[in-house]
């Protein structure tokens, strides 16, 4: 009786190892961290190899037709690491924001016509955007391309480079005068105003040329007027006093930059 019950157990026993054995382990998620660089990398060269191809036929790459195959090719390749998930939050909004700036470079060219001043703009933005973002992917998440299309890499990362110094500089000096309080001053003669205040430049950039855009409301919150309070130069440490004349009496001054150079 003992052997019957034993041999049982035992059969149990082999059977459920048998079908654990036969169970596949169950697989965490795949992620794209250790993958995403080879795969922007990739995408990178197909879009470079297909802007030597059509120059090779004899085809002008700026014209909007090509140029739209071009950001094409870089899409289709990137497109899937959109969907897929990230160990690293950061990298996952570079990749999300690279995918979209490629996303806006197509939108420009399909939007407007490439001899607009609208299309400079916006696909000047385009650029500095996905410029920017492979700067980051270069310093931070170590993107190497092909040696054939390296120079292409390394004149967009200067520029990203450029493009965030001046949006360090832009934050700077709207720092500087975001909390400025500008005074007004009605002359003995009556019916015209100065609005004035000194501003310290705390930071260690010297500026020239710069522009404050004045903008003056009225006591119902109505813009009434705008105009220019502007300085030659700036130096660092150095104190400024920003005027502008008019004969608007108004109840608030928004003050913000219009315009400024960074002496080097």
């Known amino acids: ?61 700026s014209e909007s037709k090509n140029l739209q195959q071009i950001i094409q090719a870089e899409i289709d390749n990137d497109k899937p690491l959109k969907a897929r998930q990230f160990k690293d939050s950061k990298l996952q909004e570079q990749i999300i924001a690279y995918l979209n700036s490629l996303d806006d470079q197509l939108a420009v060219v399909k939007k407007y016509s490439s001899t607009s001043a609208e299309y400079t703009t916006a696909w000047s933005e385009a650029y500095d955007k996905r ?77 020239s040329n710069v522009s404050l855009l004045l903008a003056l409301y009225d006591a119902d919150g109505v813009k009434v007027e705008e105009t220019f309070a502007n300085t030659s130069s700036w130096a660092a440490g150095e104190k400024v006093r920003f005027e502008a004349g008019t004969d608007v009496n108004a109840a608030q001054v928004k003050v913000s930059v219009s315009n400024y150079d960074v002496v080097k």
């Open 1 to 61: 009786m003992m052997k019957k019950v034993f041999a049982a157990i035992l059969s149990i026993a082999l059977i459920a190892g048998v079908s654990a054995c036969g169970e596949k382990k169950a697989e965490g998620p795949d992620y794209a961290d250790d993958e995403a660089m080879s795969i922007i990398a990739e995408g990178f060269s197909n879009r470079s190899s297909l802007i030597d191809k059509l120059k090779g036929q004899g085809k002008d790459t």
């Open 131 to 207: 410029s920017t973002i492979l700067k980051t992917f270069v310093d931070k998440y170590g993107l190497k391309v092909d040696s054939k299309y390296q120079d292409t890499l390394d004149d967009l990362v200067r520029n990203g480079n450029s493009v965030q110094e001046k949006n360090e500089t832009d934050q700077v000096i709207n720092n500087l005068v975001s909390s400025a309080q500008f005074d007004r001053t009605e002359a003995e003669y009556g019916g015209y105003y100065t609005y004035s205040a000194v501003i310290e430049n705390t930071s260690k950039i010297n500026f």
